[in-house]
């Protein structure tokens, strides 16, 4: 299973920006999709993840800004980032719980820059 991340990049505070990861390979099902991010100096820490069945849930840096949404169509999950401020400048990874026929694991994109600056 591989997680192809995309959509970071350069943007002024207050703009928007949607980063998408695909899922892709041999796999039964996707439990959960998700980000995370990791600021440099600092821990990785959940953004946002939706979990089949159970409501979207967001970190409290981020309620009110951020949407994610999954594709169960295309293996996909977004996170549309509105009011973008400083401190969301990091690496977002996006991460998918997955059901392969040896069973469920964990999966992480490769990363994708987001840079919030004026």
């Known amino acids: 299973v591989q997680l192809q991340a995309s959509g970071g990049g350069l943007v002024q505070p207050g703009g928007s920006l949607t980063l998408s990861c695909a899922a892709s390979g041999t796999f039964r099902t996707i439990s959960a999709m998700g980000w995370y991010r990791q600021a440099p100096g600092k821990q990785r820490e959940r953004v946002a993840d939706a979990i089949t069945g159970i409501a979207a849930r967001y970190s409290d840096s981020v309620r009110g800004r951020f949407t994610i949404a999954r594709d169960d169509n295309k293996n996909t999950v977004y996170l549309h980032m509105n009011s973008l401020k400083p401190d969301d400048t990091a690496v977002y990874y996006c991460?998918?719980?997955?059901?392969?026929?040896?069973?469920?694991?964990?999966?992480w994109g490769q990363g994708t820059q987001v840079t919030v600056s004026s």
């Open positions: 991460n998918a719980v997955v059901w392969t026929s040896g069973g469920m694991d964990n999966y």
